[in-house]
């Protein structure tokens, strides 16, 4: 099983990014798929989820209104679009798939600064 993050980068305060999760070697469509990140210091925290099989989303307070989490089960891929940026999600955000079994990522790193 593997799972690649991609889409990380340098942005300003108020600008955009999307985060790409794609998985290979597990039946993605029945794993509930959560991104989490994780700052210097800091514990690494639960960001978004999509659950399967009802696609129902959920956030953590903090990222309500600017952060949407999708799926793509054609494509075996979840993504994270991050609008809205503030320096404070500046992170490590790691791509998450729990069913029968819980998979990680390598992690791809954010950085908002001006």
């Known amino acids: 099983v593997q799972l690649v993050e991609s889409g990380g980068g340098l942005v300003q305060p108020g600008g955009s990014l999307r985060l790409s999760c794609a998985a290979s070697g597990l039946a993605f469509s029945r794993y509930t798929m959560s991104w989490y990140r994780q700052a210097p210091g800091k514990e690494r925290e639960l960001v978004a989820t999509?659950?399967?099989?009802?696609?129902?989303?959920d956030y953590v307070d903090s990222v309500k209104g600017r952060f949407i989490i999708y799926r793509d089960n054609g494509k075996n891929t979840v993504y994270l679009q991050m609008n809205s940026l503030k320096v404070e999600d500046t992170a490590v955000y790691y791509c998450?798939?729990?069913?029968?079994?819980?998979?990680w990522g390598q992690g791809t790193q954010v950085t908002v600064s001006s």
């Open positions: 998450n798939a729990r069913w029968a079994a819980d998979y």
């Open positions: 999509v659950f399967s099989p009802s696609g129902r989303t």
